[in-house]
């Protein structure tokens, strides 16, 4: 089935103050193009620069993931792209007018709320999923963190967090598929340990930092001077710790909510990779740098899988041909020196493959750079017209009655020389059905694997009758 690429109906905005800045910031998500993705864009200085939400921008993941392009940053970018992937929206334009994305409650979810209002809206282009062949695997000796990626015909997320604390201790959180974001994970907030928050505000970091936008956990016991300090840090009066557990006991929304806002952050991040994913992660231990550094694992992958795909075919020249030299010459009125394919190695309705062993024996080279013996470019452009033939007189039921006539050539290129001794294999496709006689292909010659020329080609069949060509149709 094919699933379409998504964007929202129309803009919507939302406004906050960011974790780290404390800045307030106004956020409009707009929708985008087709194959956009995720970028946002700094409306707050000189011509509106863009940052693209990619793994390769990533300059730091200290308490959140933090993009910069041509020297311009945004900071805090995981809750809001987590909620996009959540919600399968593939194209969006993220306008902010400050550094940071503003914090909200910790979560994905005001963002889902907003997006939620406006709706989505499907495009006309496919989306292109990447699905996982092989293991993958990421290790983190040193921050302990595990990850690894197997098979899945679906987006598959498995955490499990331990930190050695009596409060947190180890809890697990998964999702089978993208589409239960929204309920089981979205909600979750961000959490912090007490012991954690006092040293990042001792650094006059989290100025945006509140008992509203995160969960924080308390794992030993602290003084009434700390207590006192944080009612003045939070501007609160009702600050309450009682024992270990959730300052001023927080209502937790699930038991395991801080794995299940790890989870939310990796699906933030592996947002970065650039295209949707098909995958079962398992992660131990994650955090914004691990799940970047697999990110780019997960990248390079997709990058590797592509330039195999897009590699250079491997023939086999061993295997029984499926047309030898007596065969190809019941269907080409060509003889020697002047036919150019001695077996046809592949045939299909809209493909062939045919092959040329060239030898110091050819007649063309008694008088082409016969010191320097190279096979003429348009020698290889006839035994390629040679080949598209067989294909095209394979079409008809008595292909001895007919000729096959180049009507015109274009784009041809040769890439390197063939010269004696070379093995030329031609793979011909079609471009397009066959109709009125009509046929247009486009063909590349390789030696050892490596392209030595290519061309596009149209040809027409011609029947012959009373020893005189006559155009024919074919449908």
Sequence with gaps: MIIKQRTIQSQVSVSGVGLHTGKQVNLTFVP?????GYKFQRVDLTDNPIIDADVDNVVDTARGTTLEQNGVRVYTTEHVLAALVGLEIDNVLIQIDGPEIPIMDGSSMPFIKVLELVGALE???ERIYFELKENLSFEDPIKNVEML????????????????SDVL???HA???NINEFKTEIAMCRTFVFLHELEALLANDLIKGGDLNNAIVLVDKKISLKQINHLKKVFHKENVEIKGKGVLNNTTLHYFNEPARHKLLDIVGDLALVGTPLKMHILAARPGHAGNVAFAKKIKEHIKNQKAKKNSN????LNKEPVLNIIDIQKLLPHRQPFLLIDKVIELTKESVVGVKNVTMNEEFFKGHFPENPIMPGVLLVEAMAQTGGILVLKTVPDPENYLTYFMKLDNVKFKQKVIPGDTVVFDLKLLSPIRRGICHMKGIAYVNNKPVMEAE???QIVKI???EPTLVHTY
Excluded: C
């Excluded at 990626?149 to 050695?164: C, E, G, H, I």
């Excluded at 075919?313 to 086999?316: A, E, K, L, V």
């Design 457 to 459: 080609m149209m040809a």
């Design 174 to 176: 998964h999702i089978y």
């Design 32 to 36: 985008a193009p087709e194959n956009h």
């Design 123 to 125: 495009q006309n282009a």
């Design 313 to 316: 075919p491997i023939f086999d």
């Design 465 to 467: 009758k009373n020893n």
């Design 149 to 164: 990626a197997v098979p899945q015909d679906s987006f598959r997320l498995t955490v499990m967090v331990d930190y050695n």
């Design 169 to 171: 201790g180890t809890q």
